[in-house]
């Protein structure tokens, strides 16, 4: 399934840029169109092998030498286009005196930070705004605690669902946000990858104010 499915993404990425001004304008519309599909199918499939890893008892955390500084701008970048559609305020902050190299998984933390900020900005109206954050908060010998952080104004989580919210296949259900899509298992898929690095995901959120999503990682270096 995948091995297709990239292949549509590329090239439709490449026809949807138009560098060579063989299509018009719908067309380029169009190629964009199959590019958002097929990356969100693409989500979907990745969300549904790992929860599959999850149940089976398959899922692990690959503990090397990353560069939390490059895994973060990565995020950020690979976001920023689609706040812009949504003319969103993207904020990126990360404390300069984080060391380039510390020993952890990048490739889960990179997965956990785009299922937060993929939330943040499905969630987040029209020229809304989103704090991403990485925070240097404590710094001992050969430990540091870092603090991932994402923050919107969006819709907000009821008080009464914020403890489902890690269910997987959950999703708030009341009537400001059925019209959003998703399968629900991102955040379980997070909050499980969060667990087996050490630490928990932590939510605060109200109604029509938005939400904040983060965790604490002590990470040696």
Same mark, same amino acid.
Not at 108 to 132: M, P
């Given at each position: ?15 949807g840029?138009?560098?060579?001004? %063989?299509?018009?304008n719908?067309?380029? @519309?169009?190629? &964009?169109? +199959?590019? *958002? $599909? ?6 979907? =499939?990745n969300d ?17 030498e ?19 559609? %949504? ?5 990126? @902050?990360?404390? &300069?005196? +984080?060391? *380039? $190299? ?6 889960r =933390?990179?997965?956990?930070l ?15 705004e ?24 969006g819709i ?7 403890? *489902? ?18 399968t ?14 050490g ?23």
């Amino acid at each position: 399934l995948k091995t297709p499915l990239n292949s549509i993404i590329v090239i439709s990425s490449i026809m949807g840029k138009n560098k060579n001004q %063989k299509l018009d304008n719908e067309q380029v @519309k169009n190629m &964009k169109i +199959i590019n *958002n $599909c097929g990356n969100d199918l693409l989500f979907l =499939i990745n969300d549904i092998l790992d929860i599959s890893k999850i149940e089976s008892g398959n899922f692990d955390i690959n503990i090397k030498e990353t560069n939390i500084n490059e895994v973060c701008k990565n995020v950020y970048e690979l976001f920023s286009n689609k706040a812009d559609e %949504k003319n969103i305020n993207f904020n990126f @902050k990360i404390n &300069k005196d +984080i060391p *380039n $190299c510390v020993l952890s998984d990048g490739i889960r =933390i990179r997965q956990v930070l785009s299922n937060l900020i993929n939330n943040a900005i499905k969630f987040t109206k029209l020229n809304g705004e989103i704090d991403f954050e990485v925070l240097l908060i404590e710094n001992k010998d050969e430990l540091i605690k870092l603090r991932f952080l994402v923050k919107d104004n969006g819709i907000g989580i009821p008080s009464n669902k914020l403890l *489902n919210i890690f269910e997987p296949f959950i999703q708030v259900d009341n009537e400001s946000n059925r019209q959003y899509e998703g399968t629900g298992l991102g955040l379980s898929i997070s909050s499980h990858i969060v667990k087996l690095l050490g630490s928990k995901i932590e939510v605060s959120s109200k109604i029509d104010l938005g939400s904040s999503f983060w965790f604490d990682l002590e990470v040696s270096v």
